[in-house]
């Protein structure tokens, strides 16, 4: 186990760094064909050119090789690979330090991620165990259409309608009537609220979860369709166990494996979807961070944000492949 | 000479190229502020007493210290609660209220040397004096080009100025007196100091720590921070109890809150969580079928033009420039694509601004006989000839700009070509000079003046002249303006410019802008105020 992780950890270094290069290539080759970031901050009236020089050296894009295509900019690379394994993630265009930036906002994604992630996985399960028994029946065809449908409406087209019709027409309605419980009006709410810090991301919550849902019950669908043929399940029944044993522990647990290692991409997923939830809700969070360093090309922060959500995402696949060995006792880590 | 107020700044282009709220340009002064209460346009009914707590929209500001460092609207929003401004300018007759921290500002004959005289008594918020020193240290960090100030822009006309640590042109005579030479006639210069930030004094504990201050300005005006800035979701400013100053100060304390999206705000405002916000383009529609009349609709001083690369072919010809521009039916494109939130143009100097024209754009009307006959004079084919049309992607104008090429291609036979680029780009082909045919622009005032229209935009080397243009006998008038001693005179000669301009057409102007905002029925007197581009938070009253 130990040498397992050992060998994991080691393999994240390739991959960081060639993320960090492919972010360092994509924004190298963005400044030398769209242009200097540091002269669109100032519109059509720039400040005196030794402003926008000394800016330029501040925020390291006075290298020459910023401005001719194609140059990889290599030297400027290791200098940000430097500065990164330092733990400094550098600075936004407005001074303030990335690392600092990502720290606070991070705790909201993080439950953002979490309300999600419960949703998908309980309604997402019971979904698919419902489908896969009823197989071909009224409760399987409703779920995989269900699911259908769900998949083919984007976050962007789901967030804005269930931010319209259910936080502002209902939840409005809930929060000024007298009979509401409070907590409820807040559940539904259109936006990102300080001080219902759980209760205000519920809907955003269920928005950013639904896309998953529908995968999440359809796996556990069909892999419960297939386990449930299985040799060890004639078995068990042979052998007079009830249905809801052979399913809840036999079947259930061996049917999550693919469940588990979607959930655990799914991490990742979810973090860039809150990039469209958090932006619809108006949600302080890491997602919305990146939305508005893209929307200014506010590279330092772009660049910085991405490579730590990258260091995220490398470990919760990490201990996702660890939970494998809980759910099949086949497998084992040496 | 007589300031009055304020200026500001025109990140708009920018700020519109992000999709953000609609902003103008901003900036800290004072309107007319001293008389806050007397709002000739007021939609709302003004019936609240002072004190009170609202919340309106912001845009994440770029900095809040130092004030140098802010060149936007929404930075300049709250620093004109922080702040009180040195002085502000008054929009009718474009002279001087000493509303601020100057008791008289004064020119020598030939307005080079400009005296300030600061008011007795006034401290910063931490109780530090607001003396000649608090000047001299914000400007002369300002005009440090190693601290690259947003606004050094400013002080350039400051003799010494971007060379090192002190400028030679700034002496302090006493604690409450400074002089200013400038390396050169500047008529203007009083009008210019009434953009605020640019020229707001900073406190000791505030130059101490930087960053500090940023989170939590050290300010001088009715409001101050309450708490420090929370990034991206807001900032809350509270009343001043030792308040001396005459800026207006209606509600205890503002909530400015920042969101994501403009339909995220507006949202929120339906939800009953905004009280003030300002409607983009994104939600105006949506708003206006639901608010209707309730909406504020202001002229504000953003031109929108297009410029010509005036040393290429066609557009060289005088003729073929006043034949495109009265080829365009700007108020059937004002109607059609923008909502009816613009107002054609009738001169480069926008409306509110004191000096604008209404007649003075001969070539501005709707006129295509008379395009079809000048483009024949001018002897250019417009047959297979195609015009490339320039502008900046993502930010509203793509379908303004090919309503406006349809126009001209049917009135005078040009094909056109629309080129969208990214800001970054489109900035660097414009510093370049290498547009091939009109490219949209924007303009919006630093300082209320007819000249700080024409002289960047149309002046020879002017900041935002990037058409070649280059007329000897506009600058001449141009200089003329700045040396006259009185503002009539002034506005004698930049008029005269501004007719040059308009006859030889480098730019076409298409309209000025006009900003909708939404309040709730908890608050009163909410007044949009042109100079700062801003809406007057000071100045609104809670109802309820």
Redesign the interface.
Known sequence: MGRYVARRLIQFIPVILGTLFLLHLLSTLTIQ?????V??????????A??????RA?YNLDDACLEQPGNPCLGLFVDRLGQYAGGDFGINF???AVTE?FI?RFPVTVRLTIIALVFETVVGILMGVLAGLRKDKFADNFVRFFTVALVAFPTFVFG?LA??FI??QL??EL?NSDWAPDWLGQML???YN?DYPWLSLVLPGVVLGSFSLASIARLTRTSLIENLRSDYVRTARAKGLRTRRIVGIHTLRNSLIPVVTYIGIDIGLLLGGALVT?????I?GVG??V??AI???DTPVIIGVVTILTIVFLVANLLVDILYAALDPRIRYE | MRVKTPLR??????VLA???AACGGGDGDGENGGDGATTPDAAASPTGQPGGTYSAELT?P??LAPASNC?ESECSAVLKMVNDPLVTTDFESGELIFDGLAESIEPNDDQTVWTVTLKDGRTFHNGEPVNSDAFLRAWNYSAN?????????FM?RIDGA?KGKEMAGLKKVDDTTFEITLSGPFSQFGSMMSYAPAFAPMAQECMDDL?AC?EAPIGTGPYMMDGSWE???GITVTRWADYQGEQAAQADTIEFKM???P???F??Y????LDVLSLAPDVYLEAKGQLGDKILEEPTATLTYLGFPTAKKPYDEVKVRQAISLAIDRQLIVDQVLNGLAKPSTDIVTPPIPGSRDDACDYCTHDPEQAKTLLEESGVDAEGMTLEYYFNADAGHDQWVEAAARQVQETLGFDYKLNAT???????L??AGNFEGPFR???SL?YPSPENYLR?IVGTDG??N?TEYSNPEVDELLTQGDQAGSIEESYDAYHQAGDIALDEMPIIPMWSGVTAIAFSEEVGDVRYDVGDGEIAFGEITVTQ
């Not at chain 1, 002269?39 to 005196?48: H, K, S, V, Y």
């Not at chain 2, 080009?145 to 822009?153: F, M, S, V, W």
């Open positions: 064909v769209v242009g200097d970031p002269r669109a901050l100032f519109g059509e009236n720039a400040p005196p030794a402003v926008i020089d000394q800016m501040d407005r001074g303030r930036m606070e804005t931010q319209l936080g502002l939840g409005l929060r709410n259109v936006g300080a958090e932006g619809i809700f108006n302080p919305q961070l939305w508005l929307q200014s090309n | 700044v025109t990140a708009v282009s920018a992000l999709g953000l994440e770029s900095y060149y080009p190693k601290n690259a100030q947003a606004t050094a822009g350039a971007g960053k940023n990034h991206d979701k969101f994501t999206t339909t995220a705000a949202r929120d339906q939800n009953g969580g990214e800001w970054a780009q489109y900035l660097e414009l510093d622009l924007g303009w630093d960047p900041d935002s990037y």
